[in-house]
C-alpha cells in the first residue's frame, strides 16, 4: 500500500469520525523498526475553548494503564523483589484468609493471578456498588483500599476463572508500595518512567494541565458531551495503580519499543527477555473472558474479546505455544497501544471518548498502518 494513499485513508476516517461527533479529535502515532513513520494530530482537545489537538498533548489513560502498571511490577521480580508465584497474602495478610461467595476457603492468589485476571478477585460483571466503590473512592488511600478489596468474597477461586477489572491490580499497586517503601507513583517513575524517557506521563502532578489535557466526552442523542468523570491529578488524590495514568502519544511509544525490543531501551535492559516473552503469553487458553461491566452492556474493551490475555496485555494472533505476536490494551475513553513483535510495529491512538465508539475506527486504522509498513 502506497504511504501517502495510506496517510490519505486515515486521514479520511477520522474527519468522517469527527463529522459525524464519533470523536472530537485524536492523535496517532506509528512506529516501524524502531522509527516514526506516521504521527500526526486531528481535531481538538477540548471544544468548548477550540482547543486544536497537538502531538504532546496529555490524555487520561484508563485500563491502557495496565500495560505500564504490569511493567513495573515485574521490574521487582527482574530485581528478586517479588516472584510471579509469590502468594500476595505475603504482603497482604488479608488474603489469607479468602474465601469465596459461599464461604469456601480458598489459597491466596499469587502474583501472576493477580496481574492477569484471573486471582478470583472480584472483576467488573460482579462488581457490586461498594466494590465498585472501593476501587473509584478517590477519598481513599491505596493502602485502605487495597484491604478492603482483599476482603471481600472471591467470585471463584484462584486461577480458575477470568474476570477483567481493577481490583486484583491495586492491591498488587499496594504490593509494590510496601516492598519499595515508597508512593506507588513515585515507584513506576522510578522504575519505568524516568528510565524511558516519559516524562509526560505521571500519576499526579502540580502542574498546571489545562493547556494540555484533553478533556472526558461521552456522547449521547449524536452529540457529545463534556463527561461527568474527568482525571483526578492533584498532588494528595488517590492513585488507581490499573487505570489512574495519563501520557502523551510518544512516552506510549517508548513503551511499545521496550516491549518490541525484548525488554531494553538502547543498551539497558528495563525487563529481561523471558519477562517480556511471559507477559504476552496468553493465560487463558481459550477460556471464556468476561470482560462486562456491571451495567451488562458491551464491554469496553471489547476490541479484545474472545482473544487472549496475559500479564497486563490483551493479546491475538497466539501461537500454539501461547505466544502472541499481537500485544494491545485499550482504555474506557478511547485510548489504545498496539504492537505487533514480527513487523517490529508499534502504534498509539489517542482520544477522549468512550472506547466502544472507536473501537471499529481503531480497527480500521491499524489495519491499513499494517498493510503499509510490514
Do not use: C
Not at 24 to 47: C, M, N, Q, S, W
Not at 97 to 126: C, Q, W, Y
Not at 331 to 346: N, P, Q, R
Not at 348 to 370: C, F, G, M, Q, Y
Amino acid at each position: 500500500m502506497n504511504t501517502d494513499s495510506s496517510i490519505a485513508s486515515i486521514q479520511t476516517l477520522i474527519q468522517n469520525a469527527m463529522d459525524r461527533n464519533i470523536l472530537p479529535g485524536a492523535v496517532i502515532l506509528a512506529t516501524h523498526r524502531g522509527k516514526t513513520v506516521y504521527e500526526e494530530a486531528f481535531g481538538v482537545a477540548d471544544k468548548r475553548g477550540g482547543r486544536a489537538h497537538h502531538m504532546d498533548d496529555l490524555f487520561y489513560l484508563g485500563s491502557t494503564s495496565k500495560p505500564l502498571f504490569a511493567t513495573s511490577i515485574l521490574t521487582l521480580i527482574r530485581e528478586g523483589k517479588l516472584a510471579l508465584d509469590s502468594p500476595a497474602s505475603r504482603w497482604i495478610p488479608e488474603l489469607g484468609n479468602a474465601r469465596v461467595k459461599d464461604g469456601t476457603s480458598v489459597r491466596s492468589p499469587v502474583i501472576a493471578e493477580m496481574l492477569s485476571h484471573t486471582s478470583g478477585i472480584f472483576g467488573n460483571a460482579t462488581a457490586s456498588r461498594l466494590q465498585q466503590q472501593l476501587v473509584w473512592n478517590f477519598t481513599s488511600s491505596l493502602s485502605e483500599a487495597a484491604i478492603q478489596i482483599a476482603r471481600q468474597a472471591f467470585t471463584y477461586p484462584p486461577g480458575k476463572g477470568f474476570s477483567y477489572g481493577g481490583a486484583s491490580m491495586t492491591i498488587v499497586g499496594r504490593i509494590a508500595e510496601v516492598i519499595t517503601k515508597t508512593e506507588f507513583d513515585e515507584f513506576i517513575e522510578q522504575a519505568v518512567f524516568n528510565k524511558l524517557g516519559m516524562h509526560d506521563t505521571f500519576y499526579r502532578t502540580d502542574k498546571e494541565l489545562k493547556n494540555r489535557l484533553s478533556v472526558l466526552y461521552t456522547k449521547s442523542g449524536g452529540r457529545l458531551y463534556k463527561a461527568r468523570f474527568q482525571p483526578h491529578t492533584t498532588p494528595g488524590s488517590f492513585i488507581l495503580p490499573p487505570g489512574g495514568i495519563i501520557s502523551t502519544a510518544k512516552d506510549l511509544s517508548a513503551l511499545l519499543r521496550l516491549h518490541l525490543s525484548n525488554g531494553k531501551t538502547g543498551s539497558t535492559e528495563i525487563l529481561s527477555s523471558d519477562l517480556i516473552a511471559t507477559m504476552r503469553r496468553d493465560v487463558i487458553k481459550e477460556e471464556p473472558m468476561d470482560f462486562k461491566s456491571t451495567s451488562r452492556k458491551k464491554s469496553t474493551a471489547s476490541i479484545a474479546n474472545n482473544k487472549g490475555y496475559g500479564l497486563g496485555w490483551m493479546l491475538d494472533e497466539i501461537g500454539p505455544d501461547q505466544n502472541a505476536r499481537v500485544f494491545f490494551h485499550g482504555g474506557a475513553f478511547g485510548t489504545l497501544i498496539w504492537g505487533d513483535t514480527e513487523s517490529d510495529l508499534g502504534i498509539v491512538l489517542l482520544t477522549h471518548v468512550p472506547l466502544a465508539h472507536v473501537a471499529k475506527l481503531w480497527d480500521e486504522v491499524i489495519s491499513i498502518v499494517r498493510n503499509t509498513w510490514k
